[in-house]
């Protein structure tokens, strides 16, 4: 019966958004995170790179900021606001010096991603009628086991973004 | 006879590797790099990301390695060397402070992707045998315009990455 093991993963190639994934340090089961009930799509880290950038201070990382389809094509069109199945996901990395490169450059000025920060994912989902409250996206954040957030932590994402509402909500510009 | 116009661009998909490029800033014409004769690779903005990285110091960039099916494959499997027709692209923007996103944080911390660096460009191609006494690998530099570096620049690439021989040569380590 070794089919059943395999149906939620064919019902979720379907859907485009999994209650599983392939993410490659092998964590199973998902729980969809509070407030907006995402779960971690299938495939993202086969996703296009929409732009990367280093946030300092407490987070102190590296991250990449990639997209569906529907978001790459999006932001290649101009396509504004984002259709409805847009999913915009923001992957970070400890931000750690690298011995090696620093060797070859003959200075200390290399920096490159280490291992996956404590809150590893976070998932923008366009969705204009189930999130119409928030500016029609759901948000989520998972750590790097895939276990999401608490319900106060996703609280917080919708009043942040706000900052840019005239850019349908989305922080990252796409890098040429 | 509008068909002769698009042959090269048919001819370049058929191959992988083009003497002609889809980048969005719309740049035409492509001329191989010296030494190696490496040309830019049709559609490499769509691979899929290796890693990211930080250089400061001169460069002061934000970088995206990304790489062809074969890379991504070989990357995760451990496939190692890297077999033939393995490319890998290093793509660097400027290190921009973002005021933006600072004010959402609250204090400055976040550096985005500015423009294109002027050097913005770079590839590794492997082909064991063309390349057989450089490592297996080809190296290319282009400029935002898609122009080559010149020879001097390129003789020094292997030089540079012999210092990661044990490694086939390669810098970037896949980021989980």
């Keep these: 019966m070794k089919w059943i093991a395999f149906l939620p993963v064919a019902v979720a190639a379907v859907s485009g958004v999994a209650a599983f994934t ?6 199973a089961e998902k729980k969809a995170a509070p407030v907006f009930g995402v779960t971690i799509p299938l495939g993202y880290r086969d996703w296009r790179l929409i732009s990367v950038a280093h946030e ?7 991250r990449a900021i990639v997209g569906n389809d529907s978001a790459i094509a999006a932001y290649r069109e101009g396509q504004f606001p984002f259709p409805d199945g847009t999913i915009i996901a923001r992957l970070a990395w400890s931000y750690v010096p690298s011995e090696e ?6 200075r200390p000025q290399s920096f490159v991603a280490g291992p996956a920060t404590e ?13 119409a409250s928030t500016g029609g996206w759901g948000y989520a954040q998972f750590n790097k086991d895939g276990i999401p ?3 106060a932590v996703h609280k ?11 850019r349908d909500f989305v922080f990252t ?4």
Tied chains: 1, 2.
């Excluded at 392939?22 to 964590?27: I, K, L």
């Excluded at 510009?173 to 040429?176: E, S």
């Design 22 to 27: 392939v993410h490659a340090s092998g964590y």
């Design 56 to 62: 300092a201070g407490n987070l102190n990382d590296l």
């Design 101 to 106: 490169n620093n060797k070859v450059f003959g």
């Design 119 to 131: 809150w590893a994912l976070q998932f923008m989902v366009k969705d204009s009628k189930r999130y």
């Design 149 to 151: 957030a608490d319900e």
């Design 156 to 166: 917080t994402c919708f009043p942040c973004h706000e900052a840019v509402r005239t």
């Design 173 to 176: 510009r796409y890098a040429p």
